[in-house]
């Protein structure tokens, strides 16, 4: 079993910032320092000193966090797997669900480590959490630890304003020849360099704590790290959730359950056609309409009627895009009336989960 998911990493990757950091420290000391420019080839011209600087400085402006990207989630061997995101399964993974404007969002972390995973229904977080092995809606206490926003800002800011005095050292100093601007370009770019590799190297003194659904977080900054955790603060999904309406099974029918785009299209495709047990199952023309036109019907669901409607009632493109009133919506009906769920599968596989944090 798998869900598509799109994975929102919350770690930074800062082995390159340390070794590029390092290298141009150990290069700054020994061209500055220890007046070693011949030896490295560099010659002695004051000319060097700004590029020699920003190598060193550079290096604390190379950490990054990955960007939010689509796989499927996994479970093998007690082991979560979603990319790159890997997260074993023991009794010291905590887990908690919120829900998004549009879709779930699932916070996870073992230790201070973790991420977000945003899905498109509230069946593919309950398979998901099904298979981890975790009760619904949730287990324990999730913490996440990430860049505080202020501390990253400084950090950078220094090390920018850092390499901007160092070469304008070399410019003035170095090829125009004005030695009177010698303190005000180079003690500048030494403190200020000093300053940001400071802050980088004591990071992790400066972090912000995030706790998804404890309500106790203030600074999250406006990256989408701090929008998932606002989301757990205002509306995370608790035991006490009413129960799914009986009424609305006939729409839950046209959800995917945990399955990947090709099996639900072709469940969706023999629904229509009453083969393998569907048939009474799938809704008439005139409920299928309706459900296309339900703002609060799933996503999911909206999109199989409009597939059904276009394959099985011959419904127009255009009146489909025309009834489902919701531009995103919209977007993807070329694709979900496609006769060929192969194909179609293959271009939802590669799209991000429909999901949204707040209208």
Known sequence: MSVRVRVVPVDEHRMLA????????????????????????LGTSKAMVGPVLSAW???????????????RAEIQGGVLRAGALVVPLD????????????????????????AFLEVETEADARHLLGAMGVPWPGRGAVVLEAPHPGVRFAQRLSAAAG????????????????HDLKGVFGFPALVLGGIASVLFMFDAGMRQRLQPGAGTDRVFGGSIVGAHARLHDMIPVTAGDPAPDP?????RVLEPAGEAPRAWLERIDA?????????????????LVSILEDETA????????ARLLALRHGRAEDELRARIGDDVLARRIRVVVEPDPSAAAEELESAPPLFELVR
Not at 91 to 114: D, K, N, P, T, Y
Not at 271 to 287: C, F, I, K, S, V
């Open 298 to 305: 799933s996503a999911s669901a909206r999109l199989a009627s």
């Open 163 to 178: 390499i901007t005095s160092a070469m304008l050292y070399s410019l003035f100093v170095g090829l125009l020849g004005d």
């Open 91 to 114: 009794g010291g993974v905590a887990v908690h669900v919120a829900r998004g404007a549009r879709g779930f969002s699932i916070a996870l972390s073992r230790g201070h480590e973790g």
């Open 247 to 251: 009424a609305v099974a006939r729409v």
């Open 57 to 71: 400085i550079g290096g604390t402006l190379l950490s990054w966090r990955r960007r939010p990207y689509v796989a």
């Open 18 to 41: 340390w070794l590029v950091g390092l290298a141009g420290g150990a290069l700054a000391i020994a061209y500055l320092g220890l007046r070693m420019g011949h030896a490295l080839g």
């Open 271 to 287: 629904l229509g056609r009453g083969e393998g047990g569907y048939r009474g199952d799938a809704p008439a023309a005139e409920e």
